[in-house]
């Protein structure tokens, strides 16, 4: 497994959360799921996949991300922050995996960790805190 957090945001997506779990579930050190009120078997369903599920009323997808680091205790190099409706595949898991080893000893900013996601990018915070990306290619 990577030394990654994911972060799947969700409200009533149990006909997704499994294929979504099912794809990162040998890739991801810990899942997370920060769920905004589901009222259907979302919660359950990430559960029986062994992922941590946690209630914060949606604000943004954004707000919903900085909730999980700011309350969670993530202690991984990195964060995935998936929507349920994504899937990672085998190969992707394994090039984004190479990434943060060939990353692995770039300095980090206290308190800045390294975030798989955005546009379709590995994103790593650079010595001031902001983040540059390195596109994955695929």
């Given amino acids: 497994m990577a030394d990654v957090t994911a972060i799947i945001i969700t409200k009533n997506e149990e006909r997704n959360i499994g294929d979504c779990l099912d794809s990162i579930k040998i890739f991801a050190d810990r899942i997370l799921v920060i769920d905004s009120g589901s009222e259907d078997k ?12 946690y209630y914060h009323e949606f604000e ?9 680091i700011d309350n969670l205790n993530i202690s991984t190099k990195w964060i995935l922050r998936l929507d349920a409706d994504e899937r990672l595949t ?3 898991c394994d090039e984004l995996e190479q990434l943060m080893k060939e990353h692995v000893k770039r300095t ?13 990018g590995l994103f790593l915070p650079d010595i001031s805190g902001m983040k540059e990306p390195v596109l994955v290619s695929g």
């Fill in 42 to 53: 979302t919660q359950e369903i990430a559960r029986s996949y062994g992922a941590e599920v």
């Fill in 108 to 120: 980090l900013t206290p308190g800045a960790i390294g975030e798989v996601g955005g546009f379709g």
């Fill in 60 to 68: 943004t997808h954004a707000r919903q991300r900085n909730w999980a």
């Fill in 90 to 92: 085998p190969e992707l």
